[in-house]
């Protein structure tokens, strides 16, 4: 029976306290809650933290494309002369001027002159040569060009040469000696058009008829104004490039003939010409 009484009692004891401790464990919680929700920031702050860490993660990836684009890379000795690897096939001039334009503040008033690199059939390599001002200039477009993507190609910039060279002999040395001429000491780039798929016996003289009597006339009094050009072994068409007097007339050349069909008459066969601009 005391045993029975006792466990009574306790069991009383225990059904009084349980508001008590409920109610501080409510006191806990709440003050607990409180000071949690004294730890969140107001809007305002929060508007300025995720501000301050969007500019710091930006300028952490600003330093990281440096690093990436200059850091990573041993360039050669400086000088006022750089080379552009990785060009697109359908690269032109105004793509390199662009280029400046938007590394310096001043436009590409930088460039003395682009030569652009071809192999020994004048297929363009995706290389060119760009001679500056100076060698600051140089170091300035290469910074800003290095691994950038120019018509869906990384390019790579480099200096070449060195700054004592002299200009022409640098230049000269890459540039395509089919666009210099006899008669004329301009340079044929960006007036010139390749025309790939003729027939392979072509000559000069038939290609020139051909263009005049559809009223197309290259550079007058000049020898060379129609030049047969190198072709891979076993070819079975000829490619020949043509000098005009204007960049206009050029282009003009390349929308009237490309992708058009020349007839061959002796053998009633269409060969399908290709025409691009030579730079």
Sequence with gaps: ??????????????????????????????????????????????????????????????????KQRTLTKAFAEPSRFVMIDGLPLTATVEDIHKLAREAFTNGDKHIVETVFCRSPEFNFTGRCIVNLNSAEDARRLIEYGHRRVLGGHTIKIDFTGNDKSDSNSVMNHHRPSELSSITDSANASGRSVIITGLPPKTTADHLLGYLRSRNFFPVEGSSDNVLCLKTKENSTVSKYLVKFDSESEAWRCVRAFHNANFLLKTRQTKYRLQLSVAY
Aim: aromatic fraction near 6%.
């Design 1 to 66: 029976m005391a045993s029975t009484a006792r466990q009574v009692v306790a069991h009383v004891t225990r059904q009084r306290a349980m508001p008590t401790l409920a109610i501080k464990a409510c006191q806990r919680s709440i003050h607990s809650t409180y000071k949690t929700l004294g730890d969140v920031p107001s809007p305002q702050q929060q508007k300025g933290e995720k501000k301050s860490f969007a500019e710091n993660f930006s300028n952490q990836f600003i330093d990281l494309v440096k």
